[in-house]
Structure formats: structure tokens, C-alpha cells
């Protein structure tokens, strides 16, 4: 069968589940294709955008990742769900575009998906917005905790679903997300509620703290010192002109 060939007459499946429209998309439903392709290809195109350093080939990777689904449906088995499904044919097309840019490490804890000079949060100019810096540290992430974090905090897939698409297991998964979510908060700090304020990491002076006895004014022990000293110099001229003139 060709892809997009509809074999079933038209039908209402905008109210049906994924797992509805997979199975009838299965045998042949084109409408059931369409609607499945009409909610996934936003996800889709979003992950690949986020996992490859050119939009062409996101685009590439979700063509290939739809054709293959269509063809590969009547094969599928349904032991996961059609999105997990179709996040793990994703997942593999972007490795293959990763082997042929030679970007792809024996072990990918160690190399940057994305090998990026642009500059870091913490020295990045004043009034980068929130979203532009957490772009940057997704994009310097390893790919497997870069993907892990993105199918787990923006598709709200599961551990196990995780580890099924990225063909690790669900302990891996927690460490990729728990390495992730220390390393951007720790990045992230400037951009926080009551954080520093103070993006570019430039240290701003620091007022002296204020002494427990410090008067209701709010000087310190060295403000009232300087005063009793300036006080006290006529005071000591005098004393000394007095003994002059006795003796």
C-alpha cells in the first residue's frame, strides 16, 4: 500500500484516542492517518528542532518519522503507545543524521549534542530573556539527557516510555534527568524569582552588614567611630592649648 492511499471512506475521528486512530490507520483508514499525523507533527516537529542543529533536517527527520509510521503500522504490535512509537522512530532517524555529521561519540555522556561557542548565561549581556538562556543550556546538554529532559518536563512522557524511545533503561533515564535538572538550576539561577538579578554574572558591590548596636539610623560601629574621631579632635586640641597656657 502507498502511503496516503485511503482505503476507508471518510469518517468523524477527531474525538477518537491515538490508539483508536492507530489501530484503524492500521488497515488502511487514510482519515485515521490524518488526524493521527494533524496531532503528532507539532510534537514531532518541536523534539527534532530541539534534538538537530539545522531546521531542514528536523524537518527531514519528521517527513521520515510520519512515512515510516504509515508504512511500519500494519507491523506495529501495540506494546506501547503510538506516540511512544513514533518518538522512537524519531529518535533513531536523528541518529542517523548524528552518525553522518560524525557527532556521535561511543559514549555520549561526554560529548555535546550540539557544540556551541555562543556565550553561557552567566556571561551573557544583560536583558537576555529567560527562554533565550535556557535555549543555550539545552543546546550544550549530552543528547540523551537533553532528549530525556525534553520528552519528560515539555511531552510528559514517562520514565519507562522515555527509556523505550531512547533504548536506555528507566535508571538511566533518572540519572540523565537528574544531572539535567541540578545542572539547569544551578545555570538557571540568575533568571529565578529572587535570584541574583543580575544576568551577566558582573559581581555588584556589597553593602557592609549592620552591626547588632548600630544606632536606628542604620550606621555602623565604623560610622559611629568616625564621628566620636571628629568629635573628639577640638575636644584634644583644646585640652592640650589648656596645659599650654598652665604651664
Keep these: 500500500m502507498e502511503f496516503g492511499e485511503d482505503m476507508a471512506g471518510p469518517s468523524d475521528v477527531a474525538t477518537d484516542s491515538d490508539e483508536l486512530l492507530a489501530h484503524a490507520a492500521a488497515i488502511g483508514d487514510r482519515a485515521a492517518f490524518d488526524e493521527l499525523v494533524r ?5 514531532l516537529l518541536r523534539y527534532a528542532n530541539r534534538m538537530t542543529p539545522d531546521r531542514q533536517n528536523a524537518e527531514d527527520v519528521v517527513q521520515e518519522t510520519l512515512l515510516a509510521a504509515w508504512k511500519g503500522l500494519p507491523r506495529f504490535g501495540f506494546q506501547s503507545s ?7 522512530i524519531a529518535h533513531r532517524k536523528i541518529i542517523d543524521i548524528r552518525r553522518k555529521r560524525s557527532e556521535l561519540a561511543a559514549d555520549d ?3 555535546s549534542a550540539v557544540p556551541s561557542s555562543s556565550p553561557t548565561p552567566v556571561d551573557d549581556a544583560m536583558g537576555t530573556s529567560l527562554m533565550d538562556a535556557l535555549e543555550r543550556e539545552l543546546a550544550d546538554l549530552p543528547y540523551n539527557s537533553r532528549a530525556a ?3 519528560r518536563e515539555m511531552e510528559g512522557l514517562s520514565h519507562p516510555e522515555i527509556a523505550r524511545i531512547l533504548q536506555i533503561t528507566p535508571g538511566s533515564v533518572r540519572g540523565h534527568l537528574q544531572r539535567t535538572r541540578a545542572r ?20 555588584e558591590p556589597r553593602s557592609a552588614p549592620i552591626p547588632r548596636d548600630a ?4 550606621r555602623g560601629r565604623t560610622d559611629v567611630g568616625a564621628r566620636k574621631h571628629s568629635r573628639a ?12 597656657v598652665g604651664t
Design 39 to 43: 496531532r503528532t507533527l507539532p510534537v
Design 215 to 218: 544606632p536606628a539610623g542604620g
Design 233 to 244: 579632635g577640638p575636644v584634644a586640641a583644646r585640652d592640650t592649648t589648656e596645659r599650654s
Design 149 to 151: 529532559w525534553w520528552l
Design 109 to 111: 555522556e561526554f560529548l
Design 82 to 88: 503510538f506516540r511512544t512509537w513514533v518518538f522512537s
Design 184 to 203: 539547569l538550576a544551578e545555570r538557571m539561577e540568575p533568571w529565578r524569582p529572587g535570584g541574583t538579578g543580575n544576568p551577566t554574572g558582573v559581581a
